[in-house]
Nanobody, 124 residues
Framework: QLQLVESGGGLVQPGGSLRLSCAAS????????IGWFRQAPGKEREGVSC????????NYADSVKDRFTISRDNAKNTVYLQMSSLKPEDTAVYYC?????????????????WGQGTQVTVSS
């Protein structure tokens, strides 16, 4: 069974950091582009970051650029999203998704497999 599982979410104060993990089972993440998306209550799902299958290309939303870093560890079949200098507006459910294409897609429709999401809350 193909599955993605996110972890690492939680409650953090503004200015703090979290590292989200996206672990795959049933398939090898190294062959897929991986995207991170987030969805806040009442808002549409938005792309946060993406890494191509060969890790050469990474993309970030303007709102998280210079604060978030995406990376992958193929030996662990896991992709990470390191989040720093967190702001209250980063509060959302964060999802990882895998695309059968090797390149990143800005649209959620470009992804074939999704995790269940992990809640990130930034609040004092």
């Amino acid at each position: 069974q193909l599955q993605l599982v996110e972890s690492g979410g939680g409650l953090v104060q503004p200015g703090g950091s979290l590292r989200l993990s996206c672990a795959a089972s049933g398939f090898t993440l190294a062959y897929y582009a991986i995207g991170w998306f987030r969805q806040a209550p009442g808002k549409e799902r938005e792309g946060v970051s993406c890494i191509s299958s060969n890790s050469i290309s990474t993309n970030y939303a303007d709102s998280v650029k210079d604060r978030f870093t995406i990376s992958r560890d193929n030996a662990k079949n896991t992709v990470y999203l390191q989040m720093s200098s967190l702001k209250p507006e980063d509060t959302a459910v964060y999802y990882c998704a895998a695309s059968m294409h090797s390149y990143c897609s800005a649209s959620p429709r470009g992804y074939d497999y999704w995790g269940q999401g992990t809640q990130v809350t930034v609040s004092s």
